[in-house]
């Protein structure tokens, strides 16, 4: 049970990685 918690939590992490890359893009773009 503990390691599909720890898998979705890795997940989250890496979409909101991921988010944050793109919204950095965005601001680099209007720079």
């Known amino acids: 049970m503990e390691k ?3 898998r ?3 997940r989250l ?3 909101n990685k ?3 890359k793109s ?3 965005k ?3 209007a720079d």
């Open 23 to 25: 919204q950095d893009n």
């Open 18 to 20: 991921l988010k944050c």
């Open 13 to 15: 992490f890496t979409r």
């Open 8 to 10: 979705h939590q890795h």
């Open 27 to 29: 601001l680099s773009l």
């Open 4 to 6: 599909i918690i720890r």
